[in-house]
């Protein structure tokens, strides 16, 4: 792999009793976009602020390309960091048109710099817009010309901090898309931030799942939603259904029959965690479960209990046997009615098994 275009090294930030951001590395590839995510409060913009170097940082290092430009004795201002940002509260210049906002970070000739912003507007769909003023507009069509500006200089960074928030359905997967894919083609570092599972599974080459101010785990969408840390890492992604077991004899009973828990003693309690759309689910046509194998362990029985149609696909809840209530997502071809009897499988390779939640 290529050197990284920005390592964040051991970064902390206090404010009074809050420790905002607590010892958080983070590298950046050129062209690749990263995803910070994780909730309200958890340090995401703090992060951000201190890389733009807005924000001081009390301990930690920032290189970029491999040369230092933030340390506890060595800061470069942020004006000569050659990082783009789009803050939550971005402003434009009011006294500039939509054009002039554009351009107003741009070097090279009149028209170089009329036809990079010319060609910004366009990704963001504001064809046309450029003569106006920024009080003619509407706040998403202010956020979309901010988007812009931070991108037409080509920044070899780019931190953008939920940029597409404030814009509506229709319009944010476009720009969205539109807006990284020229920061791709720049072969920008792009760091995100985001809350939204969703949006960082669409958009991220790799993710950063951040709580409590830690980076927690990080990776590629497919390996941080598949293989969670922990049981909030795997409830961050998706509704989870939960069962809680005791280790007994390394063997802990579950209603899928028992798992392995080598290493835990006897008495250990143990969360179990499974998400909906990896229960699969069979007809109990005569009384005869599926068989089941190794890698699916035991079918458990229940009856619907609860069954609601979403769309795309379907929750449905099942009442077992012996009483535990779980839910599965289905593809909402069918619907099944209450009381029909199932029969439920989970793969063990999607049955997360961490020591319980304290
Ligand atoms: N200037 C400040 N003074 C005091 N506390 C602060 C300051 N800035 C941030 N904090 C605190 O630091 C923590 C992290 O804040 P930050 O803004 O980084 O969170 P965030 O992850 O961006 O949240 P959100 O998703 O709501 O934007 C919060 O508890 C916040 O209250
Ligand atoms: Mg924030």
Known sequence: MSEPR???????????????????????QPGQVTCLLGPSGCGKSTTLRMIA????????????????????????????????????????????????????????????????????????????????????????????????????????IMLL???????DDRLRDGIRDETLKVLREDGAAVLMVTHDPSE??????????MRGGRIIQSGAPYTIYNSPIDREAAAFFSDINLIQTVVKGALANTPFGEFFAPGHPDGTELDIVIRPQHIRIDFD????????TDAMGQAAHGVVCRARFLGQNSLVDFELDEGAILTASVPSVFLPKL????????????????????
């Open 6 to 28: 920005l390592e964040i090294k051991n970064l902390s930030r206090r404010f009074a009793e809050t420790t905002a951001v607590d010892d958080v590395s983070i590298e950046l």
């Open 200 to 209: 960082a599974m669409k958009m991220a080459d790799e993710i950063a799942l």
């Open 285 to 292: 046509r005569s009384g005869h479960g599926p068989i089941p």
């Open 339 to 358: 009381g029909t009897p199932f029969w439920l499988l989970a793969p063990r390779k999607n049955c997360y098994v961490f020591p319980k939640l304290i």
């Open 161 to 167: 901090d939920e940029p597409f928030s404030g814009l």
């Open 53 to 156: 170097g807005v924000e001081e940082q009390q301990s930690g290092e920032i290189l970029v390309d491999g040369a230092l430009i933030c340390n506890s004795k060595h800061i470069v201002p942020p004006e000569l960091r050659n990082i783009g940002m789009m803050f939550q509260d971005f402003a434009l210049f009011p006294h500039l048109s939509v054009l002039e906002n554009v351009a107003f970070g741009l070097s090279g000739t009149k028209a170089d710099k009329r036809n990079r912003a010319e060609l910004l507007l366009d990704r963001v769909d504001l064809n046309g817009y450029g003569s106006k003023m920024p009080h003619q507009l509407s706040g998403g069509e202010q956020q979309r010309v901010a988007l812009a500006r931070a991108v037409a200089p080509k920044p070899k």
